[in-house]
């Protein structure tokens, strides 16, 4: 015990010494961090060509006009196909395979989404709207996030006419079908001598 007394300063410029290290170890972080974020802010990112829109993110700091008039088109493309590919398999008379529709829409819906999440990476509707660039940002984001529901709106539909209507549709087609035979081999026999 007496021996722990004597040298009280024996290890002083050790825990100098690491605390220094420290330190500098926490402030050369710090500073790696505030570096990072000006280079972020003042550097210049380079811009892809405007023709290869498919892969390349539109820059949310300062975006090209041309290239928020293609997504915006994109957009309204990807809304219209949504319409338009739920319409078509409304009207087309089914077969008579049960869950004929349904199989359908689901191969149209998973490359639909695969399209509306490309979209949304590429033009970065969410940040655009976010950076208050303007209430044209924020209608193409709502619009860009309400669209997955509509796509459930359409399921539900197609599955309530895969279950209801389908069977009736399919069966009209098949009585037309034998009915057109018929009438068919009624003007071959009143045709023939």
């Known amino acids: 015990m007496a021996s722990e007394s004597k040298h009280p300063h024996e290890f002083r410029r050790y825990r100098q010494g690491l605390t220094l290290l420290y330190f500098a170890i926490v402030a050369a972080g710090g500073l790696l961090l505030i570096l990072s974020i000006v280079w972020q802010l003042v550097a210049p990112h380079p811009r892809p060509p405007p023709g290869d829109l498919e892969g390349a993110q539109i820059s949310a700091h300062d975006p ?33 395979e049960a869950g004929e529709v349904g199989t359908a829409w689901n191969e149209v819906s998973r490359e639909w989404l695969k399209q509306h999440k490309r979209l949304g990476v590429r033009c970065r509707f969410e940040e655009l709207a976010l950076a208050q660039r303007g209430a044209t940002f924020e209608r193409m984001a709502e619009v860009h996030r309400e669209l997955p529901a509509q796509l459930d709106y359409y399921e539900n539909l197609l599955e309530q006419f895969d279950d209801v209507q389908a069977g009736q549709l399919a069966q009209m087609r098949e009585a037309l079908e034998r009915s057109r035979e018929s009438l068919k081999r009624r003007h071959r026999a009143a045709s023939s001598p």
């Open 64 to 96: 090209d006009e041309e290239e928020l008039l293609a997504c915006h088109d994109d957009l309204f493309e990807l809304l219209g196909r949504l319409g338009a590919e739920a319409g078509s398999l409304l009207s087309a008379p089914p077969r008579g």
